[in-house]
């Protein structure tokens, strides 16, 4: 009842038994209500007691029964915060820990595949290997920022019989200076360049590989590492007339096919429009207000699940909004989505 209702687009409890009662007749022929429409306060209840490790076990149990990675398919890791949601803090009741969760997309066939949740006074560091351990991605790429680039992660990738490219920042200074000297000092084995135009901007990429790790001095700690990767984006926006210029480091475990790697790479970034976006505007997830229990984090899965079923509609060339619009107008568009 609740999955059907988010589908029609419901974004709270009291919205879900509205819904429930609107459909009252359509529910009794598929369901047994002896208590006929649970009210809100149950259905907050419940999604406030389940247990969350559970739910998302069951999530990607169901994700691997409806799809099949591709050889080569983009995985991205990202973590995103559940800005308007919080929960009771474990140093007291009276403070609330804010929700943050941990997602792998699947850039080729548009699916969440997985989730977890950042412990309190923890990080990403420890919720990305507990996602990868959930996972089936043999012969996938996954793609993960900074707070990802840890050789214990690196190596789990590789177990996973997966590829790897992850981004190279300051929190590990040492590597990064490492690879800039190698840029500065060797010739790099491919270049690849690609010019976008759109959203009012023009933007030039340029992707560099080097597959010498001589000047890595610990290169040998890290997992099938086979190369350095620079990335240099100008932005020109056409509006203001603004030039912006960036430079991003990368290392990675495949070889030194540097249009191969720029696409990897961007496909990294469409994870910030095609899920956090989509599920802040399409399901206002980012004014979630939801603080009792596990409620925040459950109801994200739940979320997911809704997106899996919409991403997975080809029927219908309507954006996600419309598709929850008409699954609410139309029971035999609601049924189809729910088979999906």
Known sequence: MTIAAILSGCNGWNEIEDYGHSKHGWFKGFLTLPGSIPSHDTFNRV??????????????????????LTVGEVVAIDGKTLRGASEPSKKGADKKAIVHMVSAWANTNSLVLGQRRVDEKSNEIKAIPKLLDALQLSGTVVTIDAMGCQRAIAEKIVDKQADYILAVKENQGHLLEEIKDSFQMLSADAVAEEIDYGHGRVEQRRCSVIADLGLIEKAAEWASIRGLVRIESERHHKATGKTE????????????????????????????????????????????????????????????????????DKTSKRGIHGKRLKAGWDNDSLLHLLGN
């Open 47 to 68: 999604f406030s007691a389940l247990d969350p490790e559970e739910l998302e076990k069951g999530f990607v149990a169901w994700v691997s029964s409806i799809a099949k």
């Open 245 to 312: 210029t960036e430079i991003r480091y990368y290392i990675t475990s495949l070889e030194p096919d540097a249009a191969r790697l720029n696409r990897c790479i961007r496909l990294h970034w469409g994870m910030e429009n095609k899920l956090h976006w989509v599920l802040d505007v399409g399901f206002g997830e980012d004014l979630d207000r939801k603080r009792a229990g596990y409620a925040a984090q459950n109801f994200s899965v739940l979320n997911r699940i809704a997106l899996n079923m919409l991403k997975q």
